[in-house]
């Protein structure tokens, strides 16, 4: 018996298989691509991106070190 796939299984193989495509693309590629390293460095760049960082980190450490139980 085979077991069912479930949407969630799919959709993880498929990014998964699309990370494995797209660094294949870069490996191959000079320079012409963008990469995962220029996404980083010009999202880190802005100013609004810094700040959306603190907000989310700020809201994740309330959610686990304020929260009572």
Known sequence: MMPAVVPGTVVW???AGSVVVWLAVLALSARR??????VV???LS?????????AAWGAAGWHIFCQRP
């Not at 802005?46 to 603190?54: A, E, H, Q």
Request: glycine share 10%.
């Open 41 to 43: 460095q010009w999202f």
């Open 33 to 38: 691509v963008v990469g995962p390293r220029r």
């Open 46 to 54: 802005s100013w609004l991106s810094r700040g959306l960082i603190l």
């Open 13 to 15: 193989a498929v990014l």
